[in-house]
């Protein structure tokens, strides 16, 4: 009952249509930030955005993030990468998801959901290599997990939706303190302005409004109208980037 309350919950916000267009390319995830966008394709094969086109990357990746931390990603085995001087170097750790979104640090779940962050200094100055990284380990269990510039938002194996307040850069970790917010969703990403954003099972994309300093918990949903159903969405300088179930490529306004 409880689940089912809160994915009623969900739908009872306001509705916005928007103007999307589709663009060149497959893509099974992306991420945007600061006007980078990066994507990785069914194949793991790494792509990046150039002016009107999309450029390889070398590597394979299932996962890939660009934010203030930079850019970052993760591999069908789990191990973490970072790009340095345009090659990918390993970093210690594994996970199965990861974000740099947040100032300068970074963010992820592993295979077992748990939830780990790694403060600005030990992220901008990690080269890779068989040097150590202090991950903090946070409590809970969350299957993807986004930071932006003041919070973290996460979702767990039940689609339900926690907020992080309190996260700085040197305190990646925040309040300590999940927050549960109304609804269900199977994805969520902040955007490097703090936008939230996220797709439900249904395939379906919410916005979260009046999320800010003073109320990072924002205060309820939009459902956002397009055709046909999604599974990946990032949001960044008012541009929306909808992956769709079938891996097309959307930008919408």
Known sequence: MRASLLV??????????????????????????????????????????????????????????????????????????????????????????????????????????????????????????????????????????????????GVNWLDQIFVMKGVTPDACMGSLAWQLVPGALSMIEVSTDGSVYGVNSAGNVYRRDGVSVANPAGTDWTYLSMCGKSKHVSYDLGVLWVISTEDKILTCS
């Open 8 to 153: 009623l919950a969900l739908f009872v916000g306001s509705s916005l249509a928007l103007d999307c267009q589709e663009i060149d390319g497959r893509l099974k995830q992306i991420d945007a930030s600061d006007g980078q966008v990066f994507g990785v394709n069914s194949e793991d094969s790494i792509y990046t955005r150039y002016g009107n086109g999309w450029v390889r990357v070398p590597g394979a990746l299932k996962h890939v993030t660009v934010g203030p931390a930079g850019v970052w990603g993760v591999n069908k085995d789990n191990l973490i990468y970072k790009m340095i001087g345009g090659r990918w170097e390993q970093a210690q750790g594994l996970l199965k998801q990861i974000d740099a979104g947040g100032d300068q640090f970074i963010a992820g779940v592993n295979m077992l959901d748990n939830i780990f962050c790694l403060n600005r200094n030990p992220t901008v100055t990690t080269r890779g290599g068989a040097a150590a990284i202090p991950w903090n380990l946070l409590p809970g269990s969350l299957k993807y997990y986004s930071c932006g510039p003041y919070s973290c938002w």
